[in-house]
């Protein structure tokens, strides 16, 4: 049971009042885009023994709307979905490598706009025909 007679103390107020600026805080989206790198190069390292495999930006994208193997790779339903999520939070996908930062090399963050064009130029998924 708590003291009737408790007050915090000044030291315990500043712990609920933080004095690290809020600017050095990350957001919400900048959490959901570090956690989504995190988590594709885990499927990629976990199932494949990879740190980033040709297409799995793709793959791990398509398996929440087709299951099935999708080329030579097999993301589950809830991996991707999972990934979805977090994309919708960071506004965006990682891919590796992108011709709009053509200094970077590995794994490049592109806004969702970007995503969907990117989708629509490469080569659809070879168990997916309805995606021409």
């Known amino acids: 049971m708590m003291n009737p007679d408790y007050t915090p103390s000044s030291s315990h107020s500043s712990i609920a009042h933080s004095t690290i600026p809020r600017s050095n805080h990350p957001t919400r989206q900048q959490l959901a885009r570090e956690l989504l790198l995190y988590k594709m190069r885990e499927y990629s390292e976990d199932g494949f023994c990879a740190s980033w495999l040709d297409s799995m930006e793709r793959d791990l994208w398509e398996a929440a709307d087709n299951p099935r193997p999708s080329g030579r790779l097999e993301f589950t339903y809830a991996a991707s979905c999972e990934c979805r999520m977090l994309a919708a939070i960071a506004k965006g996908w990682w891919v590796y490598e992108d011709e709009t930062q053509p200094d970077t090399k590995g794994p490049v963050f ?22 021409l």
Do not use: F, G, L, M
Not at 113 to 130: D, F, G, L, M
């Open 110 to 131: 592109v806004t969702t706009q970007r995503w969907q064009q990117i989708r629509k130029t490469t080569t659809p998924a070879k168990n997916n025909p309805s995606e």
